[in-house]
C-alpha cells in the first residue's frame, strides 16, 4: 500500500471566461470543480495505475466532503482529523487572454496543536501497513516549518520510504531527515540552491536524499540515483493543462519503487505519468491508456558518462 499525505487539499476550480478585465464585471463561461491538492493529485495517479493507495489529509466542511467523495469514487480511503473550517478553493483561469493558466491558490484552514496531534495518531496506524509514503504540497496555517521533517522521522522510524514533494522552508528543514526521494521544479530549485547551474542544483539536492529529482518543465527531468545522471522527456503535440504534472511523475515513481523495477523502468514511468496528465482536462490526473502509449516516447539519456 502507498500512503499519501496531503496536509492542505483543495477543491481544483477551472474558471472559463473571455478575458479578466480589471475593475470589471466578469461573467463566466462556465466553471468545473475536481479534486485537488497535491497529495489527493498523487493518490489519484497511484489509483488510476492500479495501484494500493490510502489518503491522509486535514478534511473541513463541505470542501472536505466534496473532495473525500470524490476519492471514494476511486476506491481511496480518506484519513485524518475533521475540522470545522473549508478546506480551500484552488482557482485555475482558462482563457484566450493573456491571464491563461492564471493560478490563484486559496489559504486554507487554520489548525492547531491538537489537529497536528491527531493527524499524527492517524499517520502513526497507517505508516506501518505502507510500502511508502509520499507527502507532498502546503501545510494549513497552524503548522510549523518542521511539520514534514516530522513525518519523515516517523516514517524512518517504520523503516518507510519517503516520496517527498514540497517548497520553501518546509523543504529546507525536510532535507535535514534525509528522505528517500525528493522531488522540487526548476524555480523550487533556484530558490533552494541558488547555483544557477542544473547539475550543481542535482548534486545538492542529492546531498539530501537518495532520489533527486527536478523538472524543467518542457525540458523534461533530471534525476541523479546512485552517483547516475538521467534527462528524460515525453514530448507531446497538445497540451490541456501542465498542472499536477509533477505530482503525476512523484506517483510514478512511488509506484514503480513499490514493484521494485530498475531505475530506467521507473523514470520512464514517471515521465510518461507526468506527460498523460497534460492531456486530460480534470487537473492533475491522466488516464491509464494515455501511460501506456507514453512509454514509448519517453526518451531516456545518462548524462555524465
Known sequence: MIL??????AVDTYFFLD??????????????????GKGVHVSMAVAELGGDVQLAGFWGGATGELINKECEKLNIACHGPQLKEWNRFCINIKSESKFSETEILGHGPNINSGDIEDFHKTLTTLIPNADCITLSGSW???????????????????DCRVFFDCSGEFLLEA??????????????ADWAFDTGNIIRDLEKLAANCE???ITYGEKGA??????????????????YSSIGSGDCLLAGLAVAFTRDESIRD????AVACGAA???REELGMFYKHDVKKLLNQVIIKKINE
Open 277 to 279: 496528465n497534460c492531456l
Open 222 to 239: 533530471y534525476f541523479l540515483f546512485e552517483d547516475e545522471i538521467y534527462h528524460a522527456e515525453c514530448r507531446i503535440k497538445a497540451v
Open 4 to 9: 499519501s499525505v496531503c496536509p492542505n487539499p
Open 211 to 213: 532520489l533527486a529529482v
Open 19 to 36: 478575458d479578466l478585465i480589471p475593475g470589471k464585471v466578469i461573467r463566466l463561461q462556465k466553471e468545473q470543480f475536481y479534486a485537488g
Open 140 to 158: 494549513p496555517s497552524g503548522a510549523d516549518k518542521s511539520a514534514y521533517a516530522e513525518l519523515i522521522k516517523l516514517s524512518h522510524s517504520f
Open 266 to 269: 521507473a523514470i520512464k514511468l
Open 175 to 188: 532535507l535535514k531527515l534525509k528522505p528517500f526521494c525528493v522531488h522540487i521544479n526548476q524555480h523550487e
